[in-house]
């Protein structure tokens, strides 16, 4: 079965200071990938996802993430945080995707973001 | 961008009535929708699949009578919780599939606290 790893449950960081997010995943077969971002009180916003071609991928607000099929890996980075990027984030994976169907998502456990200033 | 609507945002009721929650794809038609549930600082699991015009599709664990799903149309599934307890309360959140390009859009989530 498919898993989902979010090894952090909470980061926290410096306005300004560069931030990684962690994630692993398993899955038998060719992985679709995604970052969500979660802000309380509202839906959940794709930051970018990972298909297939360019295993650097970049996505919304100044993020991106790399897709290491060795260590089964999505990491999530981005070199200057704001404070408006405190927030929680859910990595996935899609099951059963195909074509741009993104297919049934399993999340990992999220990881919160806090920003000091 | 793609609007997913959720409706209501929160509600409390007494244990034992049952509960809806209404999803909307304001903007597009959504073939397949979607339903979590996030416990408080856990992930969001996925309790069922709804397509169009035919009977939703549960998770494994999920109790079909007790979660009701209807997805009676391309832009509306709604979330029946029937004889809701206390264990029921969490967060519900919806996803819509766009028909023409496949993406997933979510919903701002629906709080059910059972008293």
């Known amino acids: 079965a498919q898993s989902v790893t979010q090894p952090d449950i909470h980061i926290t960081v410096s306005e300004g200071a560069s931030l990684e997010l962690r994630c692993n995943y398993s899955?038998?077969?060719?992985?679709?990938l995604f970052w969500y971002v979660q802000s309380p009180g509202q839906g959940l916003q794709l930051l970018l996802k990972?298909?297939?071609?360019?295993?650097l991928v970049q996505g919304i607000k100044g993020f991106e993430a790399e897709f290491k099929r060795s260590q089964s890996s999505f990491n999530l980075r981005k070199p200057s945080v704001h404070w408006s990027d405190a927030a929680e984030y859910f990595c996935?994976?899609?099951?059963?995707?195909?074509?741009?169907?993104?297919?049934?998502?399993?999340f990992g456990q999220g990881t919160i973001l806090t920003v000091h200033p | 961008g793609a609007v997913v609507s959720q409706h209501p945002s929160w509600v409390i009721c007494k244990s034992g009535t049952s509960v809806k929650i209404e999803c909307r794809s304001l903007?597009?038609?959504?073939?397949?929708m979607f339903w979590y549930r996030q416990f408080p600082k856990q992930s969001l699991m996925l309790m069922a699949t709804?397509?169009?015009?035919?009977?939703?599709?549960?998770e494994q664990g999920v109790e079909k009578d007790k979660f009701l799903i209807n997805h009676a149309s391309l832009t509306l599934s709604t979330l029946t919780v029937t004889s809701a307890h206390p264990e029921d309360s969490s967060f519900y959140i919806c996803?819509?599939?766009?028909?023409?390009?496949?993406?997933?859009?979510f919903g701002e989530g629906s709080r059910l606290t059972v008293l």
């Open positions: 903007d597009f038609q959504a073939t397949t």
């Open positions: 709804s397509n169009e015009g035919s009977k939703a599709t549960y």
């Open positions: 996803s819509a599939e766009a028909r023409n390009t496949g993406e997933l859009f």
């Open positions: 990972y298909f297939s071609g360019d295993t």
């Open positions: 899955y038998g077969a060719t992985p679709y």
């Open positions: 996935a994976v899609g099951v059963d995707a195909g074509g741009t169907s993104y297919g049934k998502l399993t």
